[in-house]
């Protein structure tokens, strides 16, 4: 940005700093830089006028290793093997499944993550060439609560879609492309009605978005992470923590019993919860609800010896199990944790019960 007065020129350059602090112990040498401006030029942002620049940003690394009491909690007490590694931290874990989707999520919440996505897609493949990437949806869907407690999408009530878009395109074309290009080729058409209303940018410009707009820390979406408010949540972030953290690898775990129950007929939703302490292997409470579906003859009781017959829930069988060690989590942090069928997501493929 360039102002002039009289023969002075006075030039501003702006910067925007990103800051990567965490605990890491590792023997890995690690380029923390190149890997944050890699990720950055990767999202798309390459031009300080979208609200951030890969090539121009300023990156701060405060890095530590990670606290010697809860490493030694974890990995060390009473000499134990890697399968019997203690919880990383306390707090209780949800999953969720239901029948409503063949992915077995909230068809609601399924819908605004596919919408999110592509928009994605369109951006990157120059479909819409003014779209930048920032953007938010959201989706509300009329449903019918059926009386054996199972739940039944009806239509859409209304959609939302906020996209950060370059200078100079009229609402007019954002909306016309945005629901030609997007929502007509996501949403089922029997679910779109007259009564449906859909709100796009209805802050009328969206310009500057990114970092340069409205800045925050990893964590803040874990509603948007997980099920989209259907079912519950500990709490506690996923993205940012390895495997040895309950927060993440729990709820992995979780999801994983709750869509192998309902792959399984055992229920056709399903609410598992599972509550740890740091330090600890074996998890305190195990917990899960069906709403009423669960089948004729069953009792949740029996679904409780199903998962505790089939499921290994210390932190280091389920690092095993899900192979939470092989190098995934970057696939993770944008497009939700669940309801992606994607051969590294183990937890998605539903267990054979016995």
């Known amino acids: 940005m360039q102002r002039k007065y009289g023969k002075l020129a006075i030039i501003y350059k702006i910067i925007i700093k990103v800051l990567l602090a965490g605990e890491i112990t590792t023997k890995a040498k690690v380029d923390y830089k190149q890997v944050v401006l890699d990720t950055i030029k990767d999202i798309g942002y390459d031009d300080v006028r979208k609200g951030l620049d890969y090539k121009t940003c300023e990156v701060l690394l405060y890095i530590e290793t990670q606290s010697p009491e809860i490493g030694q909690s974890v990995h060390s007490l009473g000499g134990r093997k890697e399968e019997e590694l203690g919880a990383g931290d306390q707090g209780h874990m949800f999953g969720y499944a239901t029948s409503e989707t063949k992915e077995l999520m909230p068809f609601s919440h399924l819908m605004a993550l596919r919408l999110s996505d592509k928009l994605t897609e369109l951006r990157k493949n120059g479909a819409i060439k003014w779209l930048r990437p920032d953007g938010k949806t959201q989706v509300t869907v009329e449903y019918k609560k059926m009386k054996n407690g199972d739940v039944k ?132 409470s195990v917990n899960v609800e069906t709403y009423g579906t669960i089948k004729e003859g069953l009792t949740e009781k029996d679904l409780f010896n199903i998962i505790v017959n089939n499921f290994d829930l210390k932190p280091g069988a389920i690092i095993k199990d899900l192979k939470l060690k092989t190098p995934i989590f970057s696939k993770t942090s944008s497009g939700g944790h669940f309801g992606r069928e994607l051969p590294e997501f183990t937890w998605e493929a539903p267990k054979k019960l016995i």
């Not at 929502?183 to 209303?197: A, F, G, Q, R, Y």
């Not at 309902?262 to 292997?281: F, M």
């Open 153 to 284: 999408p009806l239509r859409f009530h209304n959609i939302l879609i906020s996209t950060q878009h370059d200078p100079g395109v009229s609402n007019d074309e954002i909306t016309r492309e945005i629901q030609e290009k997007v929502i007509n080729s996501v949403c089922p058409s029997n679910m779109l009605d007259e009564k449906t209303k859909v709100f796009i940018n209805p802050s009328g410009s969206f310009i500057l978005g990114g970092p340069g707009a409205d800045a925050g820390l990893t964590g803040r979406k874990i509603i948007v992470d997980s099920y989209g408010g259907w079912g519950a949540h500990g709490g506690g972030a996923f993205s940012g923590k390895d495997s040895s953290k309950v927060d993440r690898s729990a709820a992995y775990a979780a999801r994983w019993i709750a869509k192998s129950l309902v792959a399984a007929g055992l229920c056709s939703r399903a609410l598992v919860q599972i509550a740890y302490s740091i330090g600890i292997a074996d998890p305190l």
